[in-house]
């Protein structure tokens, strides 16, 4: 049986070279996402009348940053490949050599934000709220990122779309980084916007993204090649899924919390 497919584009991931130094795709996608969301909470802070200074903001994105790095490869490192790491404690730190984790991502910004609000003396919610829209624009980048580094690519299969990943031998797969980019990325990105612009209690917008993002993963992850060294480790399911499945129950139940309270907030 014959199929159509698309060829993979083969970009090169370094974009820049300038002697030893290399400027890759995937590290200008970071700095992007950072940049955007820079602009993006000014925006948002204004609109609800937030008094974020833009030194604040400036230090709101530091924490976050550094939050994102530290928490993603803690988590790569516990919840991917801990005997490798244990054994090769040094390598935790050769962030260059690749390896982060959304989850463990998340959980050191959730961290970050909580002592800048902390430090700052700003309401936790107003600022996760603030924030939330932010995520799905570095998701969906992050995972453009992945697709030129020709990395997290999907499972073997014929329909019509399928790309040959270098790295991803003979077989015909899922674009699964194209996939999470457009869910993770854009239509998570889309409903958040549209929850900005309605009245609802503080956190809404948090755990919208928390529970939005679970189940676009959930879903993707059927498409996506499950880690080499992991597998399947439920069934059907992967680490990604099993990781990620909490994060709809705990969203859902939080919405459904804050709902009941009937604290609504609007933007000016």
Known sequence: MTF??????????????????????YGLMYLLALTVAYFVIQARAAAQQVALSKDQLYDLIVYAAVGVFVGGRLGYTLFYHLPYYIEHPAKIVAVWEGGMS???GLLGTILAIWLFCRRRGFSFYTICDLAAITVPIGLGLGRIGNFINGELYGRPTNVPWCMVFPGGGPECRHPSQLYEAGLEGGLLFVVLWLIGRMPTPPGTASWTFVTGYGLCRIVVEFFREPDMHLGYILGPFT????LTAPMVLL??????????SNTVTRDA
């Open 4 to 25: 159509h497919s698309i060829s993979y584009p083969n970009i090169n991931p370094v974009f820049l070279k300038l002697g030893p130094l290399q400027f890759r795709w």
């Open 251 to 260: 969203g859902a139940f939080m919405l459904a919390w804050g709902y009941r």
């Open 102 to 104: 959304f989850h463990g």
């Open 239 to 242: 680490m990604g899924q099993v």
